[in-house]
């Protein structure tokens, strides 16, 4: 049985993501994914202009006149969430965790989705896949989707987003948009990033929390590392510490940035102080114009 307070929490979600989705993500979504292809239609008679190659030959010999082939795009999309899961996600200096922002980001996703009518399904991993649920269409596995996500109780802490990342390349036949979420403090996964992107639209979505870039000066604090356990006592209001912390933030996030960069993998920044709806609907303006 589903508790009370997820219920809830799916339940406020849900209506909170629909509104967004039916005023302002669901025409972008549509015009932003487009299908994987074409597919045969129909046949109509010829008209000067069309090419040749498009002509049906056996309607053309049984009517005696030329008749060519309609195609039309294949509109259904397989739309995977991949979502980082470990113990970092747990974490949240503002009203949020990062493991909240992300169902809610993957809400809004999968809702356009399923009023496109597209496949959605989701993995969620930590230093290790620790569930994967194949594509599906309609709301209620979109609610499934979310359901998951929220309630899910992870087995690990730590993060190796490499097992993902290959786990997705050897299970996914068919293309798809793969939208990782996660915070990316994790390193080695640029090859089979790389590998899965060459099949694959690949979308990284980034969560950072404020305080990851920047700590406020308020004396000596324990900070434990939520993936390890590992605790250390530090000086806030030390100017070394103070510099040292912003340098390392500021390399880290550099380096993600160009890892994707080099690898055309589109990303979407969602700072944890603010709202996620004006990068979101930012990545499907900029990305519809390109």
């Not at 809610?104 to 959605?120: H, M, R, Y």
């Not at 569930?131 to 929220?150: M, T, W, Y």
């Amino acid at each position: 049985m589903i508790p009370v307070e997820l219920l809830r929490k799916i339940r406020k979600i849900e209506i909170h993501t629909t509104r967004l989705v039916n005023d302002l993500f669901g025409g972008e979504y549509e015009s932003v994914f487009k299908g994987q292809g074409i597919e045969f239609a129909d046949v109509r008679e010829y008209v000067p202009g069309d090419d040749i190659r498009t002509i049906d030959w056996n309607v053309t010999a049984r009517s005696n006149q030329p008749f060519v082939k309609k195609f039309v795009e294949t509109r259904e999309l397989t739309v995977i969430f991949a979502v980082d899961m470990s113990g970092s996600q747990y974490y949240g200096s503002q009203d949020k965790l990062k493991s909240e922002i992300a169902a809610e980001i993957t809400a809004i996703l999968a809702f356009s989705a399923v009023k496109n009518n597209d496949k959605t399904g989701l993995l969620i991993c930590t230093d290790e896949v620790e569930k994967f649920i194949p594509v599906k269409k309609g709301r209620n596995h979109a609610l499934r989707v979310i359901r998951e996500i929220l309630g899910y109780q992870p087995r690990k802490r730590q993060t190796r987003l490499s097992q993902a990342l290959e786990y997705l390349h050897k299970v996914l036949t068919r293309t798809a948009v793969i939208f990782l979420i996660s915070d990316f403090i994790d390193e080695g996964y640029e090859k089979p990033l790389k590998i899965l992107s060459r099949k694959h639209d690949v979308i990284a979505v980034h969560i950072q929390d404020p305080l990851e870039q920047k700590i406020p000066a308020v004396g000596l604090l324990n900070l434990q590392n939520r993936e390890t356990g590992e605790t250390v006592l530090i000086d806030t209001n030390s100017k070394e510490f103070q510099a040292r912390y912003q340098n390392n933030a500021l390399l880290k996030k550099r380096a993600i940035d160009k890892l994707f960069k080099r690898l055309h993998i589109d990303q979407i920044n969602i700072p944890a102080n603010t709202s996620y709806v004006e990068p979101l609907f930012k990545f499907f303006k900029s990305r519809g114009r390109s």
